[in-house]
């Protein structure tokens, strides 16, 4: 679970609901990525996906269409 301080830390000029989403898709990737490779993870996929996000691997791409 994202706790408040990693959603602050991560956020930026963007919304809260940005970085779950971005933070959520990361997780998931995460996941297929493992199941394809037949790995087992220890940590939890959404742990991961914060720890990409912190250590830069990861970027949140925010669209402003207006469609």
Known sequence: MLAPNDIEELQGKNSRYAVVV????RARQIA???????EILVDKT???AIKDFK???????????ED
């Open 55 to 65: 250590a830069g691997d990861c970027t949140l791409f925010v669209s402003h269409d």
């Open 46 to 48: 959404v742990s991961l």
């Open 32 to 38: 297929e990525e493992a199941e394809a490779n037949k």
């Open 22 to 25: 971005g933070v959520a898709k």
